[in-house]
């Protein structure tokens, strides 16, 4: 018997990607439903070679659902989440809402898919934030060889992670650049085209901004509560891929040439490292790609046992759906969760 799912948000950017995903996947669902808000009722959402018509979330009774997809924002999260697990769906959600929640586990199944033991407590399991979940694939194998002590990482992030609004601004804004017509702003609070912004999210009273600190958070919480982690989070005039420049801090000597033997073996990384023009990765060649990509592995002279590298992935599926689909996975192979049985 298969799994019944439902994608809350499915007419977004990362449930769309949901949907294709759980298509391409041949996920073992005998029914997928769309949802969203009471004005995308009735849109059509493609899902494989079937097309889904979007019902109202604010009258679905989930009470037969397994698993619900939530991509549809922290406060719709927040109301509705706990609603769906009270339900007895588990509830796999793309917000920040839950992820600092000590009884929701923040889980990438290849960095910590234990943790997902703890999902029973709310019925809920957090997806990290898209910049920290390429990064702790990168990561984990590291520190399990040599222990990382710190990290600082500065983000190049695409504009597909502020939602389709700011990808259709940065298109209108190129476009505008070329016929001399004149640059609006709107998603973003500097022009975007032909331009980069230090500055994702709400500012803090310490300067740093809200992605810069869910990266520093969700890291610890992910990985070991006992790394320091600073970031600069920066979004670039790229439509969909998220990159990084990373410098790690071991606590033991690891040679560059070991970082990449353990890289080219790890679930989920895929090393791109040529010292040529052109052997390495950008956002470009990552788009529909599962992996994350690691390129530029070097080491740091500054520093004792320090390594550099770059680090890429596309953050709509790595950064959102397909980790999201995974723990889905996880869920089901690691026999957490069975399927509801449904009424004839």
Known sequence: MGYKVAVVGATGNVGRE?????????????????????????????????????????????????????????????????????????????????????????????VNADALAGFSKKNIIANPNCSTAQLVVALKPLHDRAKIKR??????????????????ELFSQTKAVFTLEEVKEGKFPKRIAFNVIPHIDVFMEDGYTKEEWKMMMETKKILDPKIKLTATCVRVPVFVG??????????????????RDILRKAPGCLVIDKREPGGYATPYECVGEDATY???????????NGLEMWVVSDNLRKGAALNAIQIAESLINRKLISAKKKAA
């Open 294 to 304: 690691i390129s530029r592995i070097r080491t740091d002279p500054t520093v004792d």
């Open 18 to 110: 949901m949907l294709a995903i759980l298509a391409e996947r041949n996920f073992p669902a005998d029914e997928v439903v769309a949802l969203a808000s009471r004005k995308s009722v009735g849109q059509e959402c493609s899902f494989g070679d079937k097309t889904l018509k979007v019902k109202a979330l604010d009258h679905y009774d989930f009470s037969d659902v397994d698993i619900c997809l939530m991509s549809a924002g922290g406060s719709v999260s927040k109301e509705w989440s706990p609603k769906i697990g009270a339900q007895g769906a588990v509830v796999i959600d793309n917000s920040s809402a839950w992820r600092m929640d000590p009884d929701v586990p923040l889980v990438v199944p290849e």
């Open 151 to 168: 990290v600082v990482v500065a983000t190049y992030q695409s504009v597909s992670g502020a939602g389709k609004d700011a990808m259709d």
């Open 242 to 259: 998220h990159s990084e420049a990373v410098n790690i801090e071991f606590e033991s000597p690891i040679s560059e040439t070991e970082a």
